[in-house]
């Protein structure tokens, strides 16, 4: 692996990471009130087409944290829907 790909996958690490504590919350306490339906639904969007992006681009780091960042943003969206 070279540098710049291991930069990316440290990158990507990093802020899929930061929204895991948003999810244990929301988890733990069932109540995603604070939180903007319209947000989620754009952020995931936006998340979607990175992945599309690296996906084209066939770039490992890319595509690693943004699927991880769908499947949190998932799980957000699930409990909101169903403890809305």
Known sequence: ?????????????????????????AWRTRSTADLSLAMLII???????????????????IIAANSITAVLIGLILSIKAKHG
């Open 1 to 25: 692996m070279d540098s710049v790909t291991a930069l990316g996958l440290i990158a990507g690490s990093l802020t899929t990471l930061s929204f895991a504590p948003q999810v244990v919350r």
């Open 43 to 61: 952020f995931l969007a936006g998340i979607l087409l990175w992945l599309a992006y690296g996906v084209v681009k066939e770039d490992l780091a």
